[in-house]
């Protein structure tokens, strides 16, 4: 008897949160409702509030095992590249890096609905979270990487704890872009493809002892020649940039 009401109560969780899956991404955060999310699963509200809280701990029953398991491949990720020997760690970097990144991209289509349900339900707390923890892993491992192959940023001050901060939030940000833009996995792939390959030269200036600041701060004069190309992207676009 016991291990029918078991098998009974499990089923009823995995409805509701299916339903609550399907709610959230059709009405986001604040649209969605106990009692619709109850009637999708064949259920009730009182069913939802044994097991949760609030609206919030359903939602987050919802998204966190994905976002758990997108911080958990990363690590893990990072882990594997903290045992290549630290001799050919700066060779094979990025090699690295892009089968990882290829790896992400692949997680995050898997559990598209999710991460969709995350970046633009309008409950941005837990989306905002994942990103500091993205941000955390990234920075301890980065810090790692300078060490180990004895490059100075850090001496020198070109690496500071708040760009470092900076570049990282804005990278895993501009990741879930693939998911707030409804691109299909191949458009991802080239997109965070490029995304990388952009901020590869943003870390050239920083990872290089004898990059010139100077040259990037200086401002053109009023004979300067323009660069073409920039007014025809932003026409064929429609005049937004």
């Known amino acids: 008897m016991e291990r029918a009401m078991a098998r009974r109560e499990e089923g009823v969780t995995e409805r509701l949160v299916e339903s609550a899956r399907a709610e959230f991404l059709e009405k986001g955060y604040d649209g969605a409702s106990l009692r619709s999310i109850a009637n999708r699963a064949e259920s009730s509200k009182g069913a939802i509030y044994i097991r949760y809280a609030d609206k919030a701990e359903l939602y987050a029953a919802v998204v966190m095992p994905a976002a758990d ?94 760009i470092m901060h900076m570049i990282s939030t804005a990278y895993f940000t501009g990741i879930f872009e693939i998911v707030r833009h409804d691109m299909d996995r191949e458009a991802a792939k080239r997109y965070v493809g490029r995304l990388c390959r952009f901020y590869r030269a943003g870390w050239s200036t920083i990872f290089t002892p004898d990059f010139d600041e100077g040259a990037w701060s200086q401002t053109p004069g009023p004979d300067a020649p323009r660069r073409s190309g920039a007014k025809e992207l932003v026409e064929t676009r429609g005049g937004s940039p």
């Not at 060779?91 to 999710?114: K, N, Q, T």
């Not at 892993?137 to 850090?154: P, Q």
């Open 69 to 162: 398991g997108l911080v958990e491949r990363l690590a893990s990720a990072f882990g594997e590249f903290g045992q290549i020997p630290v001799e050919e760690q700066e060779s094979r970097m990025y090699s690295f890096a892009d089968a990882g990144l290829a790896g992400i991209v692949d997680y995050i289509y898997d559990h598209f609905e999710d991460f969709k349900i995350l970046a633009c339900s309008g409950e941005e707390s837990l989306c905002s979270t994942l990103i500091d923890r993205l941000v955390e892993l990234d920075t301890k491992t980065t810090y790692r990487y300078i060490e180990a192959v004895g490059n100075d940023a850090v001496e020198a001050g070109r690496l500071t704890p708040e």
